[in-house]
């Protein structure tokens, strides 16, 4: 059974930086894409970017691109998203989530998902 | 990058009632790369539709999926209780890919 575990909830301060984590478990982690999307408080879903854990290969969504650092952990199986310097409107719900080949390779399309990792950044 | 917009806003129905949701982009979905989730509060969106009209693994045939081009349709042919949730239609076919706003389905 494929599984996404996140890292738990965060509350941080404007200004600092933070890295929140996905596990991947039950397939082959290099084999697949594996992405971040943003969901603010109340609102829609937002696609921020991709990492194939084979060849570390990333795209961005240009909303996202030098905002956040998607990266992995090949030896560990792990996904991560990263801020450098958080600021309040960062503060979200973030979601990761596995592609399959079963319905499109490009990775744009999400078809597992972790539990979510909520974000709070407040003075 | 392709703008999504989805109608209604909120669909206010009951239990057994035909649901019908609209995603309209803003040019060609190529392939017709559209997808349809699901989500309910507190918890992670679900994959439900792929190509505009394949279901995925494990989804029931109460959910389908129409359209091409710009026009595309999630319908629930009867609404079961746990059906009443937000979905959201996501271009997959051009970069960005991108979500639209979602329609809530409300118990009426």
């Known amino acids: 059974e494929v599984q996404l575990v996140q890292s738990g909830a965060e509350v941080k301060k404007p200004g600092e930086s933070l890295r929140v984590s996905c596990k991947g478990s039950?397939?082959?982690?290099?084999?697949?894409?594996i992405g971040w999307v943003r969901q603010m408080p109340g609102k829609g879903l937002e696609w921020m970017g991709i990492i194939y854990p084979g060849d570390s290969d990333t795209r961005y969504s240009p909303s996202f691109k030098g905002q956040v650092t998607i990266s992995a952990d090949r030896s560990i199986d792990t996904a991560y998203l990263q801020w450098s310097s958080l600021k309040a409107s960062d503060t979200a719900m973030y979601y990761c989530?596995?592609?399959?080949?079963?319905?499109?390779?490009?990775?744009?399309?999400?078809?597992?998902w972790g539990q979510g990792t909520q974000v709070t950044v407040s003075s | 990058e392709i703008v999504l917009t989805q109608s209604p806003g909120t669909l206010s129905l009951s239990p057994g009632e035909r649901a019908t949701l609209s995603c309209r982009a803003s040019q060609t979905v190529s392939r017709n790369y559209l997808a349809w989730y699901q989500q309910k509060p507190g918890q992670a969106p679900r994959f439900l539709i792929y190509?505009?009209?394949g279901r995925a693994t494990g989804i029931p045939d109460r959910f389908s999926g129409s359209g091409s081009g710009t026009d595309f349709i999630l319908t629930i042919s009867r609404l079961e209780p746990e059906d009443f949730a937000v979905y959201y239609c996501?271009?997959?076919?051009?970069?960005?890919?991108?979500f639209g706003p979602g329609t809530k389905v409300a118990i009426k």
């Open positions: 989530a596995r592609q399959s080949d079963d319905y499109d390779s490009s990775g744009y399309l999400f078809v597992e």
């Open positions: 039950g397939y082959t982690f290099t084999a697949y894409w």
């Open positions: 996501q271009q997959y076919g051009s970069s960005p890919p991108t």
């Open positions: 190509g505009a009209s």
